[in-house]
């Protein structure tokens, strides 16, 4: 059986080139605009000295502010999606359970998430989590001197030791946020299939464990990643949300360094461009998997 034809690339056509050109005339009016009504100073090297400097006594440029800010906003994105997968898939299971209770717990855990602001969540997950949960199971007290916490391998994948508790909760919030969408994209592909094949298993004696995990499963997670691929990309974006409880992620630092240069049309440029091709890069990538997944189908 063929899988879906491959989408061709697209030449460019004039009404293209139009549409480039109209984008273009309309970011070179909007420049105008600020710079002749607001009498706006444009000044992008006391913003850009944000992104990276050149250290004297290292004889090399590093990163700033705004470069690990975005290091943070990573980090967050693949802690966060390593949670709310793990959330989303034990959720979506429940949401498809025979089991009335399992599937009451689920539907309200997903009914809270889409009607609650996401603010008013994180707000309210992060200082139960931060004032409650961290303590209990002693993150605030591990020592940050010890061997693997002092190690780059520890900084590389949580950020500065000192801010672990801070992260571990900004993250969790995040997870239990986007768990809620996961856990219907889970739900849908397991819906998915169809109940000939439930009852196929079924009939030859496998439990409904078994059935799950050697029959439907395997087929849904076709259809379920790449959805789950975007959602990370959208969670990259909604890792902005802990900027108001302090997490120093991009956006953080962003408000921080629009303050105190009183650059804020340069900055919110530079962070928004750092977005898009942070978003971007991933999209492409998940695409060419995709692509590459669909030829090893065929």
């Not at 549409?19 to 070179?28: D, T």
Request: proline share 4%.
């Amino acid at each position: 059986m063929n899988g879906p034809p491959l989408q061709t690339r697209r030449k460019l056509t004039s009404v293209d080139y139009i549409c480039f050109g109209l984008v273009g005339a309309i970011i070179a009016y909007a420049v105008y605009r600020v710079s002749d009504v607001l009498v706006y100073n444009w000044n992008w090297s006391r913003v850009f000295n944000f992104v990276i400097y050149y250290d004297e006594e290292k004889a090399r440029y590093v990163p700033n502010l705004l470069l690990k800010g975005i290091a943070t906003t990573l980090r967050l994105a693949f802690w966060a999606t390593i949670f709310a997968a793990t959330i989303g898939l034990v959720m979506g299971y429940m949401r498809t359970s025979k089991n009335l209770a399992m599937r009451m717990i689920s539907r309200c855990y997903v009914e809270l998430v889409r009607n609650i602001p996401p603010v008013v969540f994180i707000f309210i997950f992060y200082f139960f989590l931060s004032g409650q949960l961290m303590p209990l199971v002693g993150l605030d007290d591990f020592d940050k001197n010890g061997a693997f916490v002092s190690s780059g391998v520890f900084y590389m994948l949580f950020g500065d030791p000192r801010l672990f508790s801070n992260f571990v909760a900004g993250a969790l919030c995040l997870a239990l946020f986007e768990g809620a969408y996961i856990t219907e994209i889970v739900r849908a592909g397991i819906q998915s299939i169809p109940k000939g094949q439930w009852e196929a298993a079924r009939a030859v004696g496998l439990s409904p464990f078994d059935v799950l995990r050697d029959i439907i499963f395997p087929q849904a997670v076709r259809k379920i990643l790449p959805p789950l691929a975007g959602q990370f990309i959208t969670l990259i974006k909604d890792s902005a949300i802990v900027s108001l409880i302090s997490i120093q992620e991009l956006t953080f630092l962003a408000t921080e360094v629009a303050s105190t240069t009183t650059k804020v049309f340069e900055t919110w440029i530079i962070v928004g461009a750092m977005y898009f091709i942070l978003c971007y890069s991933f999209a492409a990538l998940f695409g060419h998997l995709e692509k590459r997944a669909l030829r090893a189908r065929r």
